[in-house]
């Protein structure tokens, strides 16, 4: 039966799918943001443990492109001209080391032990 549904409503749910991508990326253009840039170390101690993993100087450029889309935001603005085309919000470079690190949780749990990387809530 599920195949059916996805061969039915497979098409249509890959154009929805596209058209919502491409506004998603459009907006975070406009602030000089990538989509990675939205994952938060706060809430997820994979996403923290994934960035401590990246070089240091992409952990800069993702520190100023939030600094400046902060900016831009409290101003009311995006960019414009140039800057805006120069964007390149579909551009990953976290999702291969957060897979990474999730895998090696996912190894961990099925051993039976802790990550090393776990936060303790006081």
């Known amino acids: 039966m599920s195949a059916l549904v996805k061969q039915m409503f497979g098409p249509m749910w890959n154009a929805v799918a596209g058209r919502y991508r491409a506004g998603v990326f459009k907006e975070l253009a406009n602030y000089g943001l990538r989509y990675d840039d939205l994952y938060d170390p706060l809430k997820d101690e994979d996403v923290a443990e994934a960035l401590r ?18 900016d831009l935001d409290m101003k009311h603005d995006h960019l414009t001209g140039e800057m805006l085309s120069k964007q390149t919000p579909g551009e990953f470079y976290l999702q291969k080391v957060l897979a990474e690190v999730r895998a090696e949780r996912a190894e961990r749990a099925q051993m039976g032990s802790q990550p090393p990387y776990t936060r303790i809530y006081y």
């Not at 993993?53 to 902060?70: H, M, T």
């Open 53 to 70: 993993r990246l070089p240091p100087d992409v952990i800069v450029a993702r520190n100023c492109r939030l600094r400046r889309a902060a």
